[in-house]
């Protein structure tokens, strides 16, 4: 089944602890992006990358950091320096063309920082 | 990416058609228009995208108008199953991110 996987699906972790959330895509999708939601509101985008090994910042960088190694995994490691990390994280793939073309969700990290 | 304007809250009958409205004003000549939904606590879901011409297919209608300042996006038989926040985003042509809004909470009532 082609698609997009995070993992986990709930995620507790302590103050103070780095925490890495999982995102696969088997779509041979180029871009991986990551978005955060806060409750009632939108997504933010927080890091993309168009391609291996490449990767840019969105608009609520601070306190995240990404790798992209492989074409399929974009990993998010929500650092101890990221103030407010309680939220539903949000991973999505697309091909790398044209503006007609959809992104793809997975189905999200709910990160719950005590 | 131009900015998109949506009412916070809609109602609809179920079995009704449900018509959500998008303004885009400042669209550019290259950018699409898309619409995607989420259900409570899931991911966001594609639904359809157009550029100029109305688009449908088989979850929805998208009817944009002839100065594309605006669209509608149109759910033919609304059902329950049908509540979700819908969200209208306007991208440029070629690679770019998609930035959403707080979109239109559709609620969908027997």
């Known amino acids: 089944d082609g698609g997009i996987t995070q993992s986990p699906k709930y995620l507790f972790r302590k103050e103070g602890q780095n925490v890495t959330l999982s995102c696969e895509q088997n779509l041979n999708h180029d871009a991986m992006y990551w978005y955060r939601q806060d409750p009632g509101q939108g997504l933010r985008l927080i890091y993309y990358s168009q391609i291996v090994n490449d990767f840019q910042k969105g608009d609520i960088a601070e306190g995240y950091s990404v790798s992209r190694e492989k074409k399929e995994s974009f990993p998010l490691t929500v650092t101890s320096a990221q103030k407010n990390p309680t939220a539903f994280y949000l991973c999505?793939?697309?091909?790398?063309?044209?503006?007609?073309?959809?992104?793809?969700f997975g189905q999200g990290t709910r990160l719950t920082v005590v | 990416d131009a900015k998109t304007t949506q009412p916070p809250s809609m109602d609809c009958a179920e079995g009704r058609a449900a018509n959500l409205p998008c303004n885009h004003s400042?669209?550019?000549?290259?950018?699409?228009v898309y619409w995607y939904r989420q259900i409570h606590s899931q991911g966001p879901q594609y639904i359809i995208h157009?550029?100029?011409n109305n688009e449908t297919n088989e979850m929805a209608s998208l009817i944009i108008t002839e100065d594309r300042k605006s669209s509608t996006l149109i759910l033919p038989h609304a059902t329950l199953r049908d509540t979700a926040v819908y969200y209208c985003i306007v991208r440029v042509k070629g690679y770019s991110t998609l930035t959403f809004g707080k979109g239109t909470m559709l609620l969908v009532s027997p």
């Open positions: 999505a793939s697309s091909i790398f063309s044209g503006g007609g073309t959809e992104a793809f």
């Open positions: 157009g550029l100029k």
């Open positions: 400042t669209i550019s000549g290259n950018e699409y």
